[in-house]
């Protein structure tokens, strides 16, 4: 019936990469990364939202990554219009193809702001044709951010940033992939960098000394991980308060355009 399906989509609607943006005073933003369905329904993203305080958040369904983006992309826009502190992830799979540019294209004209792409799940790379052609033909000039497992190689990723003007972030790598994401921060001016793997004490200096903490997002892997493990790094930096502030939501808000 109606009912059992609306909660079937409430409970899928939330299980993976949620994109956080917290009510710490008054603003702020976490980028959490993939959980499976039983971890992270909406109802747990719901209920972690309020524990901590969280004031919006960007959200993608499971379905969208490991079975049909179409009905992920479905239930993800439904879940949104049902709770309006919920702001939709858009997600395709170009190795599927059909209907991919199409839509891509619905989901920029309504005002999908984030694409979050899953090859390392569903067996394909960006530098294939596929890939390419929908970043040529619908994402170029888009203003949508990117988001791209660090696993396609950073490099690649920062030559993928040189055919658009996107937003690119690369998520999910550690410190000893550091030197090799600041060199292409440094090529690539719309190229981002998403925290909660980086496990050094010192990579926020590092990263203001290069002049790119204006690119570093906050991320935590929540609920696979514990927020607090991510929030220390950031908030034993000695950086300003104010700078903390831009990386915990300012910086994410200020790239994507997020009304606060």
Same mark, same amino acid.
């Given at each position: 019936?109606?009912? %059992? ?35 992270? !329904? ?37 879940? /949104? =219009? ?17 209907? /991919? ?28 044709? #596929? ?17 791209? #497992?660090?696993?396609?190689?950073? !490099? ?20 000893? =992939? ?13 190229? /981002? ?6 496990? !050094? #004490? ?20 929540? #609920? ?5 493990? %991510? ?8 950086? !300003? ?20």
């Amino acid at each position: 019936n109606s009912e %059992a399906r609306t909660g079937a989509v409430a409970r899928e609607a939330a299980a993976l990469g949620h994109e956080l943006i917290k009510a710490a005073s008054g603003s702020g933003l976490e980028l959490l990364g993939p959980a499976p369905a039983p971890l992270a !329904s909406l109802d747990t993203l719901l209920r972690l939202m309020e524990q901590k305080s969280i004031e919006k958040a960007f959200t993608l369904s499971a379905r969208g990554a490991f079975y049909d983006f179409l009905e992920g992309n479905r239930e993800t826009l439904a879940a /949104c =219009r049902e709770h309006p502190q919920l702001l939709p992830v858009g997600t395709v799979n170009p190795a599927r193809w059909l209907g /991919c540019l199409d839509e891509a294209k619905r989901l920029i004209g309504e005002g999908v702001k984030l694409l979050r792409f899953f090859p390392q799940y569903q067996e394909w790379h960006i530098t294939e044709a #596929p890939f390419r052609k929908l970043l040529d033909d619908v994402l170029a000039g888009s203003g949508v951010g990117l988001t791209i #497992p660090s696993g396609e190689g950073i !490099s690649t990723i920062g030559e993928m940033a040189g055919r658009v003007d996107n937003p690119i972030i690369i998520e999910g790598f550690r410190y000893d =992939r550091l030197a090799e994401a600041l060199v292409v921060m440094g090529q690539r001016k719309n190229v /981002c960098i998403e925290s909660h793997l980086i496990n !050094s #004490p010192n990579f926020v200096e590092l990263l203001k000394a290069e002049g790119f903490l204006d690119r570093l997002i906050f991320g935590s892997n929540a #609920p696979l991980a514990y927020i607090g493990a %991510a929030v220390a790094p950031i908030e034993a930096a000695q950086v !300003s308060d104010e700078e903390k502030k831009k990386i915990f939501g300012g910086n994410i808000g200020r790239i994507l355009g997020i009304e606060r």
